[in-house]
């Protein structure tokens, strides 16, 4: 195991839902003491523009300079992997990349393939107007011979009530909005759903769900903590 090897965190998009992709990787590391858990620097930069907004009105380059320059500090500081717990943020992903000399966890890729190595066909994409828009998932899915679906307008917009009406407010999120999305995507013929914004994720900490879902920030944890060298807790 490299112990030298250390996660930085590109965060505070919101802060609680970092604080939960932070909780995901302790738990998921296989450690007996606090020792035994992996380096991590949290840079919660929550001076970053909403990622839907600036994407939808096409004004992304201040937000760009901005993701660049915390990516930058966190290489300064010595960190050997990146990890960005906002889906809309992976727009900048593989940008950002190309100017940085750390390694991303691709959440969006990540995600994609955990579900073809499931087996998984179809699935159904509950994120922000930005990720959807953008064709985020549909491009990582369709990469790994997966048919993505797109929630209808309707459901999107009770999909973007949870997000920001409710959890970014601090608020534990609607369960029964959530049952609206939950038969719309199963109606529409997914064997699969993936949580795809993290304040989806941090809705699941409140409301736990089956197994239909695949919460992509829970994935991208556990890719960070191989990455890094360390073993993932199996139970």
Known sequence: MEKEAKLGV????????????YQFVLDRTDAARDQDHLPALILSDTGIPDRTAAILSGDTEGLYRRLLQDAKLLESCGCTVLAVPCNTSHYFVDRLQGEVGVPFVHMLREAAKELAR???KRPGILATDGTIQTGLYQKECAAVGLDAVSPGPDIQKLVMSIIY??????????????AKIDRAIRQAGCDCAILACTELSVFATYHPLPSFYLDAMMVMA??????????LRTI
């Open 10 to 21: 590109l965060g505070g998009m919101g802060p609680q839902a970092t604080q939960v992709f």
């Open 222 to 231: 556990e890719r960070a903590v191989e990455r890094c060298g360390y073993p």
């Open 165 to 178: 009406d409710e959890i970014k407010q601090g608020e534990k999120g609607s369960r029964d909005k959530f």
């Open 118 to 120: 499931q087996g998984k």
